[in-house]
Structures are given as structure tokens and as C-alpha cells.
């Protein structure tokens, strides 16, 4: 069982950063792939990030490629997601979420089966 915290959301202006941390509880959690999703009002959550337990694959969703950049800390239970170059159409809420313990990194939300609540970010223009 893995349980997620989001933390670090909140208004920031076009062009700026922010950074985005996902803390877990559980003593498995460097067995888990971790990924970022979100959810602009109005329409489907989707992928933005996904990072394997082995730390050997990254996923980014081409919207936010060479924008975001997703990491983990085992040591300490966290998953962060530095946000750069931000655009108003990066406005959601924004989820960590982790896999089944020794699961495959995809960018699909089915392939993850634990979720944090949430964290708002809103990118004024």
C-alpha cells in the first residue's frame, strides 16, 4: 500500500517555475513507477511525466518535453516534478500517482493504481 501527498501548487506567472513534490508513505515505495498527470477544467486527465523504480526510463508528454523534468529520491519517499517555461495552458490540477509494486512505466493512468489528491497550479498570463 502506497499513499500520496501532493505538495507545492499554487499561482505562478507565465514564463515562471515551480516545483511540484509527491510524498509517499510505505516501505516499497522504490519498487513503484511514479508518474505526474493532470487535469485542466473541462477535460480528461492527462499524462505529463512517469518515471521507472529502476530509475532507468523516462517518460514526458511532448507538451512539456524539455519544459518539465520528473525525479525521485528514494532515500526519502518523494517524486518531484520541476516545472520551467510555464504557459497558461499549463493551468490544472496536477496528481501523482504510483504503480503496482515492480510494474512497467506507462503513460497510461490504468497502469497506476495508487493516486494523491491533487495539487492546484494556475498560470496566469
Known amino acids: 500500500q502506497v499513499q500520496l501527498a501532493e505538495s507545492g501548487g499554487g499561482l505562478v506567472q507565465s514564463g515562471g517555475s515551480l516545483r511540484l513534490s509527491c510524498a509517499a508513505s510505505?516501505?516499497?515505495?522504490?519498487?513503484?513507477?511514479m508518474g505526474w498527470f493532470r487535469q485542466a477544467p473541462g477535460k480528461e486527465r492527462e499524462f505529463v511525466a512517469a518515471?521507472?523504480?529502476?530509475?532507468?526510463?523516462?517518460y514526458y508528454a511532448d507538451s512539456v518535453k524539455g519544459r518539465f523534468t520528473i525525479s525521485r529520491d528514494n532515500a526519502e519517499n518523494m517524486v518531484y516534478l520541476q516545472m520551467n517555461s510555464r504557459k497558461p495552458e499549463d493551468t490544472a490540477v496536477f496528481y501523482c500517482?504510483?504503480?503496482?509494486?515492480?510494474?512497467?512505466?506507462?503513460?497510461?493512468?490504468?497502469?497506476?493504481?495508487?493516486w494523491g489528491q491533487g495539487t492546484q497550479v494556475t498560470v496566469s498570463s
Open positions: 500517482a504510483a504503480s503496482r509494486r515492480y510494474g512497467p512505466t506507462v503513460t497510461s493512468s490504468s497502469g497506476y493504481i495508487y
Open positions: 510505505g516501505r516499497t515505495f522504490k519498487d513503484h513507477a
Open positions: 518515471i521507472s523504480w529502476s530509475l532507468g526510463v523516462i
